[in-house]
């Protein structure tokens, strides 16, 4: 990865089947076959934190905020829908957040797309 978490992001993001990036609410976003979204850029927009907001499985955000809150948090907004914030501004693995984005794009897509991750 590079060393511009939103190039990181986006190349992540991309790399998905029929995604696209646009702004939404001012930040670079990604979508699934240009409607559903699934991870937000966060660059400041809320908070002096530099994040990334992302759809998540069901018990996921829960689990990861109490294991490193320093890492994980409750964004405004999508959290009461179990939406998963990650802070970019601390020491990140690159391959855990390629799961989380992953985990995302899964939690969105339809059964079509996801099983061509399988």
């Known amino acids: 990865m590079t060393d511009d978490p939103l190039e990181s992001l ?3 993001s991309l790399a998905l089947p029929e ?6 609410h001012g930040e670079p976003t990604w979508f699934i076959r240009g409607k559903k979204t699934f991870v937000m850029y966060a660059d400041h927009h809320h908070d002096d ?3 990334f907001w992302c759809a998540a499985p069901p018990g996921v955000q829960e689990a990861l905020i ?3 809150p320093e ?3 409750r964004p405004p ?3 009461h829908r179990g939406w998963l914030g990650v ?3 601390v020491p990140q693995d690159w391959a855990e957040i390629a799961e989380i984005v992953t ?3 899964r939690t969105v897509a339809p059964k079509r797309l996801s099983a061509l991750l399988e």
């Open 10 to 12: 986006r190349r992540l």
């Open 19 to 24: 995604t696209t990036e646009r702004l939404s």
């Open 49 to 51: 934190r530099l994040a």
């Open 66 to 68: 109490a294991q490193d």
């Open 71 to 73: 890492r994980f948090f």
């Open 77 to 79: 907004y999508v959290g």
């Open 87 to 89: 802070h970019l501004d």
């Open 103 to 105: 985990d995302a794009y």
